[in-house]
């Protein structure tokens, strides 16, 4: 699962993926569209529920924030 977020000169995104050990983990970064400026953060969770609720509660959020979410990428 990959979501993006943006406004003017900010996004930010959320990734839930199995790593290379099977664990669940969900990785968000965020920076300025402007510029090299960027962090992460990697979350181990217990379960796609966990996840989903995460992206749930970072979804009002942004939202609020003026951010939009972009169209996701399938191949």
């Known amino acids: 699962m ?4 943006q406004n003017d000169d900010q ?3 959320i990734r839930v ?4 050990m099977g664990d669940l983990i969900l990785t968000q970064s965020w ?3 402007s510029s090299d400026d960027s962090e992460f953060t990697h979350t181990l969770l217990s379960s796609f529920e966990e996840a989903e609720t995460i992206v749930a509660k970072w979804r ?3 939202l609020r924030r003026g951010f939009y979410e972009l169209p996701s990428e399938t191949s």
């Open 2 to 5: 990959l979501l993006r977020w």
């Open 11 to 13: 996004y930010f995104t």
């Open 17 to 20: 993926y199995h790593d290379l």
């Open 31 to 33: 920076g300025d569209c």
């Open 60 to 62: 009002l959020i942004l």
